[in-house]
T-cell receptor
Framework: QKEVEQNSGPLSVPEGAIASLNCTYS??????FFWYRQYSGKSPELIMSIYSNGDKEDGRFTAQLNKASQYVSLLIRDSQPSDSATYLC???????????????FGKGTHLIIQP | GAVVSQHPSRVICKSGTSVKIECRSL??????MFWYRQFPKKSLMLMAT?????????EQGVEKDKFLINHASLTLSTLTVTSAHPEDSSFYIC???????????????FGAGSRLTVL
């Protein structure tokens, strides 16, 4: 059974600091990893995707993947109050388009950026 | 970018009635769409995979006769909650894979969600 674990928080970070969000997954064959941001009452929006071990940077966001440890993280630099939201880690076991499986989501980490 | 439109955004109905939720991919074709449900402060749970031109694939524990899915075209999937009860009250979100966003990558674009309240 695929499981994705996240600390539900809330995680409180001062404005301007680095927010670090962590996620572990149980399915060793997982190949695709995603971070979504969800504001209260809204649907998730994609922040980052990562498929290979190592770091991937996009603006203030850096995703880190360690398949050996089954661990994926998201770093947010120069945190802003507008970054306050729930961050969902999502995992899919199939990388290619041959499968049409939906994603397995973690419960999300509630991040609060304090002004 | 890929846009998925979901309608209605909010619906209130009486117990025992049926409610239909529409999910449309506006600028791309989606042979596969996904329906999720999210209870307050809980994560998204995949309910079913909607396949264009064929039967939907339901996740374990999801009643196919209660949650009817129709995917009649490459841009439209519908979810009908039949004989709704208060415990069906939830946030229902559809999503579709836009394969243009990366060859072979399972990048999902989500609709805005539909909040169902059953009285």
């Amino acid at each position: 059974q695929k499981e994705v674990e996240q600390n539900s928080g809330p995680l409180s970070v001062p404005e301007g600091a680095i927010a670090s969000l962590n996620c572990t997954y149980s399915d060793r064959v997982s190949q695709s990893f995603f971070w979504y941001r969800q504001y209260s009452g809204k649907s998730p929006e994609l922040i980052m995707s990562i498929y290979s071990n190592g770091d991937k940077e996009d603006g203030r966001f850096t995703a880190q993947l360690n398949k050996a440890s089954q661990y994926v993280s998201l770093l947010i630099r120069d945190s802003q109050p507008s970054d306050s939201a729930t961050y969902l880690c999502a995992v899919n076991a199939k990388y290619s388009g041959g499968g049409a499986d939906g994603l397995t989501f973690g419960k999300g980490t509630h991040l609060i950026i304090q002004p | 970018g890929a846009v998925v439109s979901q309608h209605p955004s909010r619906v209130i109905c009486k117990s025992g009635t049926s409610v239909k939720i529409e999910c449309r991919s506006l600028d791309f074709q989606a042979t596969t769409m996904f329906w999720y449900r999210q209870f307050p402060k809980k994560s998204l749970m995949l309910m079913a995979t909607s396949n264009e031109g064929s039967k939907a694939t339901y996740e374990q524990g999801v009643e196919k006769d209660k949650f009817l899915i129709n995917h009649a075209s490459l841009t439209l999937s519908t979810l009908t909650v039949t004989s709704a009860h208060p415990e069906d009250s939830s946030f229902y979100i559809c999503s579709a894979r836009d394969t243009r966003r990366g060859s072979g990558a399972n990048v999902l674009t989500f609709g805005a969600g539909s909040r169902l309240t059953v009285l």
